[in-house]
């Protein structure tokens, strides 16, 4: 039953982008369209709620009640990630870097994509559900904190795509704009994800505090080194191949989420075989 309503949500999602493909086609828009407010929140929003689907499934033992998940992926959309977006313009804004004329792939655009920007959104997806769920009696094994980081770095990137979507005006085509949707939410979620496999393996380990503490500035700073190398690297593919190949950001941004969320499946796997609430035969 679970396999079979996980397929369908995959199957919604790849239906989604080629929906908007479909419908590119059929209305012969060869040029970049203006999606407006509302088609642009809609299409930050699908994807979101199809992989929120997926991701609450993956705690298939002892599943959290709906009502946080959804609570933890709004308070993602409304705090960590309007709050990330403050901190890392008022630390060094960006532009910075442009006015320079530093190359995509310069050491000091890595240094900011890491240690500024990447660590910025960790660190806030991280505090959302550090000082909410993390103290409830509901996170109690540490599969729990691979699905509340997910569903609050789910929510995270339906603010991350809005802006995208509804900020380049005439300069979004359909086709890739749903794809590039569906692709960041999925990464923003992994890099959570990865960030909270350490979170619950902390929170339930028997090592004493300092040893939990660097545990978890371990897995913070693993989880902004691959925000910052994904979003670096994404924008210089987009950058030299945008012209004629307008898919290969999307492609290269797919493979390295997935890549990501594997492992996030492996491990979660070990958690699941592991979990007090494994019943006999599963």
Known sequence: MLVGTKFLLIAGLVGFVVVAWLAELVAGLHHPVDLGPLLAALMAGIPAVLWLGFFYLMDRHEPEPKQLVVGVCVLGALIAAPLADFVQYQAAPPIALEVHGLSALSLDRFIYAVLIAGLAQEMCKYAVVRYTIYMSREFDEPMDGIVYMMACGTGFAVWVNYHRLSGQGH?????TGAAQAVVTTLAHASFAGALGYVMGRAKFSRRSAPVRGILLMGGLLGAAA?????????????????????????????????????????VSQRLLADSPFRREGE
Not at 171 to 175: A, D, E, K, R
């Open 171 to 175: 300069q979004v085509y359909l086709s």
């Open 226 to 266: 691959l925000n910052g190398q994904f979003a670096v690297v994404e924008n210089w593919v987009m950058q030299t191949g945008m012209a004629q190949h307008p898919w290969r950001g999307v492609f290269f941004a797919a493979a390295c989420a997935s890549a990501v969320f594997a492992v996030i499946w492996l």
